[in-house]
């Protein structure tokens, strides 16, 4: 009898952009102790409270999340709210227009205004609660993802390829004539971001760098053409900018999706290509991202709400690729509304107020907290997965499995454990192991080729799994074969 470890840590493959089929981890991340991984389970949602009444399936579109002042900026079907989190009150301050993007938010010097635009429109709110639209002068739309505030100007993009910026330290003024043109290569702006000293402007294959040249006229920016990088963006709600680094989902001229970071001022690809993969199988018709960091752990959240509805995310510390995903009720603008399922993972938009993160859910304006003490989504079961590759042993003659004892913490909860032996197609019936007896362990039978295993619980309790050990042997006249050299990856 043979005896295999499984890492319940498997990264992310595809052959196809879809988690069909391949080995996947979902609702954790991965920690490295004693020279081995271990999945951890990933905090929880905690719900604070609604912004605007909506009852599931019916839904409102959220569109961007801020603080200001200590308070919880939120905008849900074109309406700017403002919730204390000291109680939770809201106030309605005032509508923007009819936008279905995402509106984009920067505070000034001393949070005297907050800045807001939507695509269509530029909005300011005060310290003193006015609220009002920016006319006159202010460019006209459409604009491109993003808002910057550097040494006291507020900057935006238009279609138009230009980055227009308002009076120093007065956002209530804008001149037609203070721009400067992203114009270095003959592509289209679509996004701008704070990085370090510099604004970077994304176009579609390039991006630019420019900096505070302290011009005595137009604009203040210069470009520094040294820095300029065919590498550029195909969504501009993709850029996250978080601890003196930026991260997006990039484009090349030789076409191609992939995500980069920032180092420095060049951009590496951090995605691999399976990750790849899903980016291509997806429209990017509607992109969201942000980084929530905890437990030592910086997470790139991307979620893409176009084709699939799926939620990817990169661990900047263990460079590792997850999922993670939602079960809740399903709104009229998603796949089976009106019934529970497992879905991507449902808060859209990130702010932090008072040292404390909270998350805006993209269509139900429900506020929320994430808690590494709360193993629950608001009450609803985190489905923790682990999907391994296909394996062999090295033989593709049959294995018959015996033992089956899954490695980690003891807690009060339930494994879920069932296989597969033809490519994914059919799956056999879930066997269940008490994660709490003194061996968390069941007896197998039936025989396979070539295996796959899933591995599932949904208990509310804390998770900390290293593997699961299989004992097999091999039949057809060759039990005592040497084994092993499987494909299972940790």
């Given amino acids: 009898m043979a005896t295999e470890r499984i890492p319940l840590t498997q990264p992310i493959e595809s052959r196809n952009g879809t988690f069909a089929k391949d080995s996947y981890s979902s609702n954790c991340v991965f920690e490295t102790r004693d020279q081995k991984r271990e999945f951890i389970k990933r905090p929880g949602l905690i719900a604070k409270t609604q912004v605007t009444p909506v009852t599931p399936p019916a839904y409102l579109k959220s569109q961007g999340l801020a603080s200001f002042n200590g308070k919880i900026m939120s905008v849900i079907s074109n309406t700017l709210y403002q919730t204390n989190p000291s109680g939770f009150a809201t106030t309605t301050i005032g509508s923007t227009s009819v936008s279905t993007s995402q509106s984009y938010f920067t505070k000034t010097f001393l949070e005297t205004y907050l800045f807001i635009q939507n695509k269509v429109n530029g909005y300011l709110y005060s310290n003193t609660g006015t609220f009002s639209t920016l006319g006159g002068t202010f460019p006209a739309g459409p604009f491109v993802s993003g808002a910057v505030f ?105 076409h191609g999706r992939s995500v980069y970071l920032m180092d420095g001022v060049s951009p590496t690809k951090i995605s691999t290509s399976n990750i790849d993969k899903h980016l291509e199988a997806d429209n990017l018709s509607q992109v969201s991202a942000y980084c929530y960091k905890f437990n030592g752990h910086t997470c790139y959240i991307l979620t893409l709400h176009g084709t699939y509805h799926k939620t990817l995310v990169y661990d900047l510390n263990s460079k590792m690729w997850y999922t993670w995903t939602q079960y809740s009720l399903q709104s009229n603008d998603q796949p089976n509304p009106g019934t529970y399922q497992e879905s991507y993972f449902r808060p859209t938009y990130y702010a932090e107020v008072a040292n404390e993160a909270y998350l805006l859910d993209d269509d139900t304006a429900t506020i929320y907290t994430l808690s590494t003490t709360i193993y629950q989504d608001n009450g ?24 089956l004892e899954i490695i980690g913490d003891k807690v009060s909860g339930t494994m879920y454990v069932r ?45 900390r799994l290293d593997g699961a050990e299989v004992d097999f042997r091999i039949g057809e006249m060759d039990q005592e074969q040497s084994v092993g050299g499987g494909r299972y990856r940790g």
């Fill in 150 to 254: 550097l040494n006291n100007y507020i900057y935006i993009g238009t279609t138009t390829n230009r980055i227009y910026n308002c009076v120093v330290g007065d956002p209530t003024t804008w001149n037609a004539l203070d721009f400067v043109s992203f114009e270095q290569t003959n592509d289209n702006l679509v996004g701008i971001v704070k990085h370090l000293n510099y604004i970077i402007a994304f176009g579609t294959t390039s991006l630019q760098f420019f900096y505070d040249a302290g011009n005595p006229t137009g604009s203040p920016l210069a470009v520094s053409q040294s820095y300029t990088s065919e590498v550029g963006c195909a969504s501009g709600d993709s850029i996250v900018a978080t601890d003196n680094t930026v991260l997006w989902v990039g484009t090349s001229k030789t």
């Fill in 380 to 403: 609803q079961p985190i489905y923790c997965r682990t999907v391994t590759d296909i394996v062999d042993n090295g033989t593709t003659k049959r294995k018959f499995y015996g033992r």
């Fill in 419 to 463: 296989h597969t032996g033809d490519d994914y197609n059919t799956w056999s019936s879930y066997r269940s192991i008490d994660l709490n007896a003194s061996r968390s362990q069941i007896y197998l039978s039936g025989a396979d080729r070539r295996r796959a295993w899933e591995f599932l619980v949904t208990s509310n309790c804390a998770l």
